[in-house]
T-cell receptor, first 110, second 114 residues
Framework: GQQVQQSPASLVLQEGENAELQCNFS?????MQWFYQRPGGSLVSLFY???GTKHSGRLTSTTVIKERRSSLHISSSQTTDSGTYLC????????????FGKGTQLIIQP | NAGVIQTPRHKVTGKGQEATLWCEPI?????VFWYRQTIVQGLEFLTY????????DSGMPKERFSAQMPNQSHSTLKIQSTQPQDSAVYLC????????????FGEGSRLIVV
């Protein structure tokens, strides 16, 4: 089965609302990264977060290894936050390669 | 720092022809990855080099795909006898040492096989 599952698949919010994106994984974890991708654009790394909580501006990433999940929280969303958010993990057997989820498409409406 | 550079950005090729995609990793990065992205499958791992040596090519379709890294400044992905199902965005990424460090992606090469 799929090692990395993201939810929701898509999310539409009004500007100013908070967004909560989830990533669940079915394998033991070596590292976890969150990426952002604008339509037709490249992937930009947001967080390298194998465990615990990290903050960057309005973004917060929390990884709980025991529960095999990671979340990305976007506070006070803006229209420029629209795009696809992907989580990716390296499992302990993965020889460094990242396995990606299918992503969450976030649409922030003005 | 120019980031990861991929060429060409777009390529249209006829069925059965060969396509070669190039990647220039960030200077000093010892790990280079190739991924393929489609709407249906999402991001799929293809192959990985560390210090120019092939480490893991478990994601590569065996018969028509090959990848090389002849020197530390570039890697190529070659697809022989291209098929319509090869149409995708091919992404190259590099990092300092494996993926214990942040992965940096190029803009991608969009391949369309007609």
């Amino acid at each position: 089965g799929q090692q990395v599952q993201q939810s929701p698949a898509s999310l539409v919010l009004q500007e100013g609302e908070n967004a909560e994106l989830q990533c669940n994984f079915s394998t033991s974890l070596n590292s976890m990264q969150w990426f952002y991708q604008r339509p037709g654009g490249s992937l930009v790394s947001l967080f390298y977060n194998p465990s615990g909580t990290k903050h960057s501006g309005r973004l917060t990433s929390t990884t709980v290894i025991k529960e095999r999940r990671s979340s990305l929280h976007i506070s006070s969303s803006q229209t420029t936050d629209s795009g696809t958010y992907l989580c990716a993990l390296v499992n302990t057997e993965g020889a460094d390669r990242l396995t990606f989820g299918k992503g969450t498409q976030l649409i922030i409406q003005p | 720092n120019a980031g990861v550079i991929q060429t060409p950005r777009h390529k249209v090729t006829g069925k059965g022809q060969e396509a070669t995609l190039w990647c220039e990793p960030i200077s000093g990065h010892s790990a280079v990855f190739w991924y393929r992205q489609t709407i249906v499958q999402g991001l799929e791992f293809l192959t990985y080099f560390r210090n120019q040596a092939p480490i893991d090519d478990s994601g590569m379709p065996k018969e028509r795909f090959s990848a090389q890294m002849p020197n530390q400044s570039h890697s190529t992905l070659k697809i022989q006898s291209t098929q319509p199902q090869d149409s995708a965005v091919y992404l190259c990424a590099s990092s300092l040492v494996g993926t214990g460090n942040t992965l940096y992606f190029g803009e991608g090469s969009r391949l369309i096989v007609v």
